[in-house]
C-alpha cells in the first residue's frame, strides 16, 4: 500500500524510482563485485535472446541451446529474480543473503534439468520418475517464490490454489460441481515441470521468442531518449489547448504505452511530469492520477505490442500476429479517443486555465497531428516500393544496399538533431513552466522514428515473425545508442569524440541490462501461468467453469458476459498484464465460446480474447488490487482508493468496448472491405464520443438527465444499428421441423441456417439445448447437403430425431456430450434460415437525427448561458 504524505505532496523522484523498481525490475542493488556479476549475467541474458532472435542463430549458438532455450530462459530469471528481489522488505537492499544465494543458483540448476537430464527424460517418455517428481516439486516452490517476490504474492496465492485443486481436487471439501479425481504426485509434476503442458509451455515459449525482445527494445528506445522526445512532443503540440497537460498525458502515454509491457512503469515515467502540471491547472490530485492511470492502461490494449499479449494471442487463437494487431487497432484507438474527450470535457466543466499565452486553434492541432500519424502510417507502408525496385534491381547484395540507406538516413535525420540542442527533462514543479516549441523540438528526435518505421515494416509489410522484426528494431538501436552521441559531436564540432563513444557504449550496455531486469516478472510470469494452465489441460476445470456460469447467470447471455467480465476482473487482479491474460483467457475464453454457442450467438476466437484480456487488464485499475492507481497516486499525493474509482469511472469505455464487439465483430475489422473499415471507423468514433458526453454529463454544455440518457441510447445504437434492424426486420425466419429437410435443399447456398437441438447430456442425463450454425457450402441436394455436414435426421411421428454426427466433422466434437444412444432421443426443437435484410446503416438516419435534436437544444442553451455570463 502506498502511503502518501499529509501535505498532500507525491513521493520523491527517488522514492518514485524505487516504486518502478521493486514492481518491476527488482529494488536490490548490491555495489561492487557481486553488483558487477549481477550486470554481467543480465548482459549475457539480453545478448543470448538477441542471438536467440538473430537469423543465424543456427549458426552460432549450438542446437542444444536453442532446443532448450526455455529452460534457459527461466533459469536467467529464476536466478536474477533472487538476486535483484529482496524476500521481505526489512531484508537488506545492497548485499545477497546466502540463502538468496542458495535458492537462485538452485532455482536455475532445476530450471535447467530437462537440459542436463534430456537424454533419461526422453527415455522414459518424458514421464517422471522418482527423483523428477522430488526434483520437480521443489522447481514448483522455488518458482512460486521467485514469483511472491517479482510480482507480489496474488500469482504466488492463485497459483498455489490450481496447485491445490489438482492434488486435492477429490475431497469432500470441494463443491461437487468442481470435483475431479485428483492426480498423484508423480502425474501432476510429470505434467507441470518435465512435459511441455505445464511451465514450459506456449506461454514461456512465447516470452522466451518474442515478448523479451520488444521488453528489450522498449528499454533501448528509452534509453535513446525517446521516452523525453515523445512527452515533449505531445506537449509541444497539446500543453496549451485547454486541459493541455492531461490530453499530452494521454498522448505521450499512448506513445510510450505502444512499446512497454508495464502499465505501472508507464505511469510513474509520465506521470512524474504530467500530473504535477494536471493539478497545476486545476485538476485535483485524484483525478490527475486517474487521467494517468486511464491512459497508461490503456496502452495495454494498443498494438503493436499490448503487454506482450499480442504474441500469446497468436499461440492461443491460432491466426497471424498481423490480423491479431488488425482486430485491436480499432477499438484501442478509439478508447484513446475518448479519453482525450474526457479530459477536454472536464477542462470545459470545470472552466481549466491553460499553460502558457500562446494561442493554439484546436482544429489546426487536430488537424496537424492527424497529418503526422497519417503521414507517418504512409511511409511505414511506402518504404516497401523502393526496397522492392532495390531487391529487384539487386536481388543478392539488396540487404547490405538497403541497410546503408537506411544507416544513410539515420546520419541525416542525426545531422538535423544536431542543429539543435539535446532534449533534457523539464521541471514540473518550477514557477515558470515553458512549454516546448514543435518547430524547434521535432528535429531532435526524429531519428528515433526509424525503429518503429522498421517495426512496422517488417511486421506489417514482410510479415516477418515478431521474434525477427524486433531483432531488426534492436539492432538498429545498437547502431542509434552507440553512434549518436559520436556523430551529433562531431556534427557540431564538438571534440571529446572517445568520450563520446565511451559514452555510447556504456548507454548500450545499460540498455541491455536493463531490459534484462525488466524481463524477470514477466519470465516468472509465464512459467508460474504455466501452471495455471497446466491445470486447465490436467483437470479439465475449464468445462466446471462454464457449467458454473451457466448455472449462476441461468442462461442469459448478457448476464453471463457480465459474470465472466467479473470473473476476470478478480482473476487478474494484482497480475502483471501478460500473466494476467494468459490466466483469464486460459480459464474464461472458452467459457464464452460454449456459452454463447449454447445460446446462438457465435463469436470468432480473437474476439473472446479481445473481451476477457479487456477485463483482465482493468485489473490494474480497480480498488483494492489496482496497482496502477497505487502508483499514480504515489505521483500525486492523493488518496489511492479514491483515484482507482475515479480511474475506473474515466475508464468505462474500457469497460463497455468488449460487450460492443463481441456481438458487433465489424468494430475488430472482421470480414469488412477497406471502405467498410473507413466507415465504421468514423462511425464508432462518433459512437465512443457520444458515450463519453452521455457518460460526463455534458456534451455542449451541462446534459440534463434524459439528454444523458439519450446520448447512451444512441451510442448504443452507433454501435448496435443491428440490434434495432433486427426488432424493424427479423433476420431469421421460423421452419417448421416437419418442413426442415425440404428447405435445407431450397435454401440458397450462401444463407445460413440455425437449428436448436435438445437431449440428454452424457454424464448427468439432464435435458439440455445446444444452438448449431449450418453453412451449405457443398451440395444441392438437402442429402447431399447434410452429408457434407456429416449429420444425419430421422422422422418419427410429429419430431425429428438427430442423429450422432459422423465422426471427424467439427459437429462431431460440439456434440460429443450430448447421449444419442439414451432412453430419450436428441431431437430438432427449432430451425431458422437467414433472410435479406435491410442495411443495417438504415439506422444510422434516425440516430443521427436525435444526436442533431439533442445537439440543438444544448447549443440554444449554451448560448443563452454565455449571454447572461455576458
Excluded at 182 to 197: D, P, R
Excluded at 409 to 417: I, T
Excluded at 739 to 746: L, P, Q, R, Y
Amino acid at each position: 500500500m502506498v502511503k502518501n504524505s499529509d501535505n498532500g505532496r507525491g513521493l520523491s523522484e527517488a522514492e518514485l524510482q524505487e516504486l518502478v523498481a521493486s514492481s518491476d525490475a527488482g529494488s536490490r542493488s548490491p555495489e561492487g563485485a557481486v553488483g558487477l556479476f549481477l550486470a554481467v549475467v543480465a548482459l549475457v541474458w539480453s545478448v543470448f535472446q538477441v542471438a536467440l532472435a538473430s537469423p543465424l542463430s543456427n549458426y552460432i549458438l549450438p542446437s542444444d541451446l536453442i532446443n532448450n532455450s526455455r529452460q534457459l530462459h527461466l533459469a536467467f530469471a529464476l536466478f536474477l529474480a533472487f538476486m535483484a528481489y529482496p524476500a521481505l522488505k526489512s531484508s537488506p537492499r545492497h548485499k545477497i543473503p546466502v540463502q538468496d544465494w542458495i535458492l537462485g543458483i538452485l532455482g536455475a540448476f532445476i530450471a535447467l534439468y530437462g537440459f542436463f537430464f534430456y537424454d533419461k527424460i526422453v527415455a522414459a517418455g518424458g514421464l517422471a520418475d522418482d527423483t523428477d517428481k522430488w526434483v520437480a516439486l521443489v522447481g514448483v516452490l522455488i518458482l512460486f517464490e521467485g514469483t511472491r517476490r517479482a510480482l507480489g504474492p496474488a500469482m504466488a496465492i492463485i497459483a498455489t490454489i490450481f496447485m491445490l485443486y489438482v492434488f486435492f481436487g477429490s475431497s469432500d471439501w470441494v463443491p461437487e460441481v468442481m470435483r475431479w479425481k485428483g492426480a498423484s504426485l508423480k502425474k501432476a509434476m510429470s505434467h507441470m515441470w518435465i512435459t511441455s503442458e505445464g511451465v514450459f509451455g506456449i506461454a514461456l515459449g512465447v516470452s522466451t521468442k518474442f515478448v523479451f525482445l520488444f521488453v528489450l527494445f522498449g528499454a533501448l528506445l528509452d534509453k535513446a531518449g525517446a521516452g523525453n522526445y515523445f512527452i515533449k512532443m505531445a506537449f509541444g503540440a497539446l500543453g496549451h489547448l485547454k486541459g493541455g497537460p492531461a490530453k499530452a498525458a494521454v498522448v505521450g502515454s499512448a506513445a510510450t504505452g505502444l512499446i512497454s509491457g508495464s502499465s505501472i512503469a508507464n505511469v510513474v515515467t509520465t506521470g512524474t511530469f504530467t500530473i504535477p502540471l494536471m493539478k497545476r491547472v486545476g485538476f485535483t490530485s485524484e483525478q490527475a492520477g486517474s487521467v494517468e492511470v486511464a491512459s497508461s492502461v490503456n496502452g495495454q490494449i494498443m498494438p503493436p505490442v499490448m503487454g506482450a499479449a499480442a504474441f500469446l494471442m497468436v499461440e492461443y487463437v491460432g491466426i497471424s500476429y498481423v490480423e491479431v494487431i488488425t482486430h485491436a487497432f480499432l477499438p484501442a484507438t478509439i478508447s484513446y479517443i475518448a479519453l482525450v474527450y474526457i479530459v477536454h470535457l472536464e477542462a470545459v466543466k470545470r472552466n481549466m486555465p491553460t499553460l502558457g499565452n500562446k494561442v493554439v486553434s484546436v482544429g489546426r492541432t487536430i488537424g496537424g497531428m492527424a497529418a503526422f500519424f497519417a503521414g507517418f502510417a504512409a511511409l511505414c507502408y511506402g518504404i516497401q516500393y523502393p526496397v522492392r525496385w532495390v531487391t529487384a534491381l539487386v536481388p543478392e547484395n539488396a540487404g547490405w544496399i538497403l541497410a546503408l540507406m537506411l544507416f544513410m538516413a539515420y546520419v541525416g535525420l542525426v545531422w538535423l538533431a544536431s542543429k539543435t540542442d539535446d532534449l533534457v527533462p523539464d521541471d514540473p514543479n518550477s514557477e515558470d513552466v515553458e512549454l516546448p516549441e514543435i518547430a524547434e523540438i521535432y528535429k531532435a528526435g526524429l531519428y528515433y522514428l526509424l525503429p518503429i518505421v522498421v517495426l512496422v515494416y517488417f511486421l506489417m509489410i514482410e510479415q516477418k515473425s515478431p521474434g525477427l522484426s524486433a531483432f531488426w528494431a534492436t539492432s538498429l538501436l545498437f547502431v542509434i545508442l552507440l553512434t549518436q552521441r559520436p556523430l551529433k559531436a562531431i556534427f557540431r564540432n564538438a571534440g571529446d569524440y572517445g568520450e563520446k563513444v565511451k559514452l555510447g557504449i556504456m548507454d548500450l550496455i545499460a540498455g541491455l541490462i536493463e531490459g534484462a531486469r525488466n524481463m524477470i516478472g514477466i519470465g516468472l510470469a509465464t512459467a508460474t501461468a504455466g501452471i495455471i494452465v497446466g491445470t486447465v489441460t490436467l483437470t479439465g476445470i475449464g468445462q466446471v467453469m462454464a457449467d458454473l456460469v451457466e448455472l449462476i447467470s441461468g442462461g442469459n447471455l448478457i448476464l453471463m458476459l457480465i459474470f465472466v467480465g467479473m470473473l476476470s476482473l478478480i482473476l487478474g487482479m494484482g497480475l502483471p498484464t501478460t500473466a494476467n491474460y494468459i490466466v483469464v483467457s486460459s480459464l474464461m475464453a472458452g467459457v464464452v465460446v460454449e456459452l454463447g454457442a449454447q445460446s446462438g450467438l457465435i463469436v470468432p476466437l480473437i474476439a473472446v480474447h479481445l473481451f476477457v484480456f479487456y477485463f483482465g487488464i482493468m485489473a490494474d485499475v480497480t480498488p483494492p488490487v489496482g496497482l496502477a492507481s497505487f502508483a499514480a497516486a504515489a505521483v500525486s499525493g492523493g488518496d489511492a482508493i479514491r483515484t482507482g474509482f475515479i480511474a475506473f469511472f474515466y475508464s468505462l469505455r474500457t469497460v463497455a468496448l468488449p460487450f460492443f464487439f463481441i456481438f458487433n465483430t465489424d468494430l475488430l475489422l472482421i470480414d469488412v472491405t477497406w471502405w467498410q473499415g473507413i466507415i465504421v471507423f468514423v462511425v464508432a468514433t462518433i459512437a465512443i464520443l457520444v458515450f463519453t458526453a452521455g457518460t460526463m454529463g455534458w456534451f455542449l454544455t451541462k446534459s440534463r438527465i434524459w439528454e444523458s440518457v439519450a446520448l447512451v441510447l444512441i451510442a448504443f445504437a452507433l454501435f448496435r444499428p443491428d440490434f434495432f434492424m433486427d426488432q424493424v426486420q427479423p433476420p431469421y425466419r421460423d421452419v417448421a421441423p416437419a418442413a426442415f429437410t425440404e428447405t435445407v435443399g431450397s435454401v440458397d447456398a450462401d444463407k445460413e441456417m440455425r437449428i436448436v437441438v435438445s437431449g440428454p447430456d452424457f454424464d448427468t442425463g439432464e435435458p439440455k439445448e445446444r444452438t448449431l450454425v449450418l453453412n451449405f457450402n457443398e451440395g444441392t441436394t438437402a442429402d447431399e447437403r447434410l452429408d457434407a455436414l456429416g449429420l444425419a435426421f430421422m422422422v418419427e411421428g410429429d419430431q425429428l430425431l438427430m442423429e450422432e454426427p459422423f465422426p471427424g466433422t467439427p459437429y462431431f466434437d460440439k456434440m460429443s456430450d450430448f447421449d444419442f444412444y439414451g432412453d430419450q432421443p436428441v431431437t430438432l426443437q427449432e430451425a431458422k434460415v437467414r433472410v435479406q435484410q435491410l442495411p443495417q446503416e438504415l439506422m444510422f438516419i434516425p440516430t443521427f437525427i436525435l444526436l442533431g435534436f439533442v445537439a440543438f437544444l444544448q447549443s440554444r442553451r449554451a448560448k443563452t448561458l454565455r449571454e447572461v455570463s455576458a
